[in-house]
């Protein structure tokens, strides 16, 4: 009997590397029928995966009142034997349906939600502690309900272990296929590329690292892919501000399987992080990304980055916020090829080694065989 598994989200769009790429493509191929239902942006998706589109959202209200019920409509219309949630608002549909059937019912908890509501823009302040005990309280429900619970890093698992979940740590690693057609690198358009959206405060700081490159008289080509329209028109108005708007370039975003060209069409990759509590429990993915396409990484130093094997001679990790030493670190390596091309081989190196999805989904497929019983 052939067994199926449906992906569902109305937060994140079909696309989504850790949904798509690595997670459904991974149980596809290990041979489940797997269904993915969430909104769609234009990719090309694989024959093995079933995508079921959901309608953009205009508001947060629409998604969250709305969507999830359309999605859930979809979701149980494809007769799954598991379904594997990946937005804590699906969670309370979730928890009803494993409570009264038998299918599994797995939770994939991208990140620290409930440490992220006290820093949502949208949430007014007097209502962020509220949305934080809400999530925290759903998913320690789910976590004493579900069939089990999927985190990307240790330190999320040891909670829901505390709550009595079956965890499982799937490290955002990055995908070591790669498309042939790419592989040819021309002539590097960028010296410095930022991946991932920001929120104006992030940009900021990057540039106030843009301004002191120059101040010392390095001149650099910034990139920014995968920024919204908004913060778009907000740095550039910046950047004209202080007469700088020649050096960076704002992209919007594209589909994951574009961005490693993006990549390789530059010299350095940058993340930053504040040091918060939210962040404290992640592993930004971007940093991997990088290394992964041998290109030296300067972020903020994190914990979990710097736990990683290799990481020593593939980055830079800096305070979080210094950006005095965010920009040394950049002029150090650029400045200097030998060392560019030497973190660049690290990098390159250790995500070949064991830092890369290859080696982490082995556990995924494990799951589910408990789950559903032996081998598909």
Not at 180 to 203: F, N, W
């Amino acid at each position: 009997m052939e067994q199926r598994i449906c992906h569902v989200s109305t937060v994140h769009p079909a696309s989504d590397a850790r949904i798509y790429a690595k997670e459904a493509l991974t149980l596809a191929r290990a041979g489940y029928a797997v269904t993915l239902v969430a909104v769609e942006r234009e990719e090309d998706y694989s024959q093995h995966v079933r995508v079921l589109q959901l309608p953009a959202q205009s508001s947060r209200l629409g998604r969250i009142f709305g969507l999830q019920w359309r999605a859930w409509w979809l979701a149980l219309r494809t007769g799954a034997q598991a379904y594997h949630l990946h937005d804590p608002e699906l969670l309370p549909v979730g928890i009803a349906l494993s409570i009264v059937s038998r299918v599994a019912v797995v939770y994939d908890a991208h990140e620290d939600y409930p440490a992220h509501m006290k820093h949502k823009s949208w949430i007014r302040p007097c209502f962020r502690q509220i949305a934080y005990s809400a999530i925290r309280a759903t998913e320690k429900l789910a976590a004493r309900t579900l069939s089990a619970v999927v985190v990307p890093t240790e330190p999320l698992a040891e909670r829901f272990r505390r709550w009595g979940a079956k965890t499982v740590v799937l490290r955002n690693f990055p995908v070591m296929e790669v498309d042939d057609r790419t592989l040819a690198v021309p002539c590097k358009q960028y010296d410095v590329i930022h991946v991932g959206s920001l929120s104006m405060e992030r940009l900021d700081f990057f540039l106030r690292c843009v301004a002191e490159l120059e101040r010392r008289g390095n001149s650099l080509r910034w990139c920014f892919l995968g920024v919204t329209k908004s913060i778009q028109l907000w740095g550039q108005a910046q950047l004209a501000s202080r007469g700088l708007a020649s050096r960076v370039s704002f992209l919007d975003p594209v589909p994951h399987s574009q961005v490693g060209a993006f990549l390789r069409l530059s010299r350095l990759g940058i993340s930053h992080h504040k040091d918060e509590a939210r962040f404290r429990v992640a592993l930004p993915v971007k940093v991997l990304e990088y290394m992964k396409e041998g290109i030296p990484v300067v972020a903020s130093r994190m914990p979990l980055l710097e736990s990683l094997p290799g990481m020593e001679k593939a980055a830079r990790l800096v305070e979080p916020e210094d950006a005095r030493g965010f920009s040394e670190a950049i002029q150090a390596i650029l400045t200097d090829c030998g060392i560019e091309t030497a973190m660049g081989d690290a990098g390159k190196r250790a995500v070949a080694a064991s830092l890369n999805w290859e080696y982490e989904s082995e556990r995924l497929v494990f799951l589910y065989q408990e789950l559903l019983g032996g081998s598909c």
